[in-house]
């Protein structure tokens, strides 16, 4: 018998326990034991019926995470759940925790399935730029219908089991013991005579083709991009043409095209390097932590509320500081009715909306911030202003406790010295909006305590963000790279193109919007004072001034005002192409002597696009990212770069550092812009044959 799947008989029902820790996963060992065991249930004359569940914490929870890429080793699972579909015997399977992937797939080849109130299934499977490859596309719409099957399926989030049970995916929702349970509900079934019901014999309801064609409609925007949701509709469609062993063929078949697909190996590298950067390189896995049990947010504006709202959120307490009252009721206002627009759409209920609130104090003094364990400042981006604020902090805030700034671009290290103890400061660098956006750039100071970054690589977790390490430099990696694709934009627009065009070309790419569409949602004017600060502090590395500081200087700061590069009718959001824009551009290459020329496609994806992975060498070289997944994450979850191409450093790899390198060198000859500087890394890297992931 397998080490990682026993067998034993209680009270007439044999029990096949998956034993393979921590979450019981499908591996060779377990696929093996699991055949083993259930012939051996098979021919167990005291057993009557068969219950599948896993020990610890779990039901199987999917694939071996250890065997992608990899050939598996027979029996493949698709095997050992038709052998489990064909028992003479009445299977169920017992689940608890999450049962996703192929753990779910074997609950499909069983006759009944019970879970435990807390259970959860799932086929994440389109997550990682694939489908369900054992038979989930075609039992589950024998199951439930091809519609509810197309909507767990192309979705992919786990389903909670009183959903289930709705869905018909599972009969009998238990609270208790689960093993206690699981022998009761068999023993009823064997009372009962009730008769097998292996799903692959169930029919499928006709559905009209307009299903499909609806459904491909209604994710067309939010998939757009992707192979792989749109080969589960295919998939899934198959079941409703198609018998079950040619439809199991098909899955097969649309299954190894997307295994072979460059998506989804950009989508496991992203699975692997969202776990990764957590791991923070020399910080050791012992580090102690710090408790955080109550939080401070100074400023009630967007991003200080939205801040606020991710520990209330968590269960943790928030004191929220403004200067002004009027300031801070709004600030609470927008808050409240943010909780309230999630209630509305039934992802909060109206109890946890109140609960949430309940948490959150609020103060106009600086003395009320005395027993908070981790003070967030997110006040104007301003070096004079953030010095000030800090050294109020450092002399109300208790000993240890964590200061924290919300800069996007400015050193943390000059904030930190602003107070007696930058051993306790670090960057947080949240996303807007703040309680939206998964990702959170933690910075680490040059003299910022292991202890404090641990504490808040934790926190971010707690909180449901992805944390990222990053080192002190203008923009950290993040804005840093944005700011090198968003001179590219401008320069490109300079010499001919639009910015229709240019926007057009990086929405085509995959990303949510263009450089100037993001512009003006943000606000010309953040950008603006940001230049004009550098100008006033730093005019050697300044950048000129530009058509789009003539629309700031204009008040035209995007959508807010109805009008920045782009215009907005009647208060909307999409974007329009702008007379007022297209004559200040004029203007501009007038007074510098431009004659625009024709910008094609290529060039501009090349050097939007290419200047951000020569950036992002130099920010490895310089350490301000320890790993280029560290770039990969920080793109994906803070600027929506498409996940399915892995990133900019993943992406490439892809393309090939030999290639990237001779367009970068041939851009700085063309235009002797130093930002085409090529960075020493990827010249190394190229010259090698080698890629960012041999680092």
Known sequence: MSDVVSYRCEAGVGLIVVDNPPVNALGHAVRQGLLEALNEGLAD????????????????????????????????????????????KRVIAAVHGTALGGGMEITLGCDYRLALDSAKMGLPEVNLGLLPGAGGTQRLPRLIGAKAA??????????????????????????????????????????????????????????????????????????????????????????????????????????????????????RHVFFAEREVARVPGLAKDTPQREIKRVAVLGA?????????????????????????????????????????????????????????????????????????????AVFENMDVKKTVFGELDRVAKPGAILATNTSTLDVNEIAGATSRPSDVLGMHFFSPANVMKLLEV????????????????????????GVAVGVCYGFVGNRMLHKRQAQAVALVNEGATPSQVDRVLYDFGLPMGPFAMADLAGLDVGWRIREGLRETDPANAPARNWMDALAEAGRFG?????????????????????????????????????????????????????????????LEEGIAARPLDIDIVWIYGYGFPAYRGGPMFWADRLGLENVRERIKAFHEDTGDPDWQIAPLLEKLAGEGKGFADL
């Open 45 to 88: 004359e005291s057993a009557r019926a068969l219950v599948i569940m896993g020990a610890g914490r779990t039901f199987p929870a999917g694939a071996d995470i250890r065997e992608f890429g990899q050939t598996p080793k027979p029996p493949a699972l698709p095997e050992v759940i038709d052998a489990i579909e064909a028992s003479d």
């Open 150 to 267: 197309l909507e767990a399926i192309v979705e992919g989030k786990p389903i909670k089991a009183a959903r289930l049970a709705e869905m018909g995916v599972v009969d009998v929702v238990v609270s208790g013991d689960l093993k206690t349970e699981a022998i009761a509900y068999a023993q009823r079934l064997i009372a009962e005579d009730a008769p097998r019901r292996p799903v692959s014999e169930l029919s499928v309801a006709t559905e009209e083709a307009a299903v499909f064609a609806e459904f491909e409609a209604i994710i067309a925007r939010k998939k757009r991009g992707h192979l792989a949701p749109f080969h589960c509709i295919k998939a899934v469609k198959a079941a409703t043409e198609m018998d079950f062993a040619a439809g199991m063929a098909r899955e097969r078949e649309l299954f190894a095209e997307l295994l072979d697909s460059p998506q989804s190996a950009a989508l």
């Open 301 to 377: 504006g967007t991003m200080g509320g939205g801040i606020a709202m991710n520990f209330l959120s968590a269960g943790i307490p928030v004191t929220l500081l403004e200067n002004k009252q009027d300031a801070l009721d709004r600030g609470v206002a927008t808050m409240r009715r943010n909780y309230e627009a999630s209630a509305r759409k039934g992802r909060l209920t109206t109890e946890q909306v109140e609960a949430n609130m309940g948490r959150l104090s609020t103060t106009l003094e600086y003395a009320d911030l005395a027993e908070a364990d981790l003070i967030i400042e």
């Open 443 to 466: 910075v680490r100071g040059e003299r910022t305590a292991d202890d404090v970054l641990a504490t808040v690589m934790a926190l971010a977790r707690r909180i449901g963000k992805v």
């Open 559 to 619: 959508q807010k005002t109805g009008g920045g590069v782009f215009d907005y009718s009647d208060g909307g959001r999409t974007p329009e192409p702008s007379e007022t824009t297209a004559a200040e551009i004029d203007k501009y290459r007038a007074e510098q002597g431009i004659t625009p020329r024709e910008v094609s496609d290529e060039e501009i994806r090349e050097r939007c696009l290419y200047v951000m992975i020569n950036e992002g060498a130099k920010i």
